[in-house]
């Protein structure tokens, strides 16, 4: 059975930082894409990151919203993806959700089979 568990939310004031963290188990995620989605209160899914690799080569993207502030990385040999929030604004507040899947770097949920069970991200004014 394929889980992907979430860790490393809180609360945290502006400006600060957090770092998210997400172990998958069940299969190996090397070659598929791994990301991050948020949902905030009465608004639709958002697509945060998200990284993949093709031989030796990387590629990451990210949202326009998260661009220069989050980073995300991934560990293929633990079968984890990482995502570093600095610069962080009460906008930012959402439940953060970790994905992976075959997508090829898409930014569309549909797109991902597996999903986490979220971790809140609450950023205080």
């Known amino acids: 059975q394929v889980r992907l568990v979430e860790s490393g939310g809180g609360l945290v004031q502006a400006g600060g930082s957090l770092r998210l963290s997400c172990a998958a188990s069940?299969?190996?995620?090397?070659?598929?894409?791994m990301g991050w989605f948020r949902q905030a209160p009465g608004k639709e899914r958002e697509f945060v990151s998200a990284i993949s690799q093709n031989g030796p080569v990387t590629y990451t993207r990210y949202g326009d919203s998260v661009k220069g502030r989050f980073t995300i990385s991934r560990d293929n040999a633990k079968n984890t993806v990482s995502l570093q929030m600095n610069s962080l604004k009460p906008e930012d507040t959402a439940v953060y959700y970790c994905?992976?899947?075959?997508?090829?770097?898409?930014?569309?949920?549909?797109?991902?089979?597996?999903w986490g069970q979220g971790t809140q991200v609450t950023v205080s004014s």
């Open positions: 994905v992976a899947d075959q997508t090829y770097g898409s930014r569309w949920p549909n797109e991902y089979k597996y």
């Open positions: 069940g299969r190996t995620f090397s070659t598929d894409t």
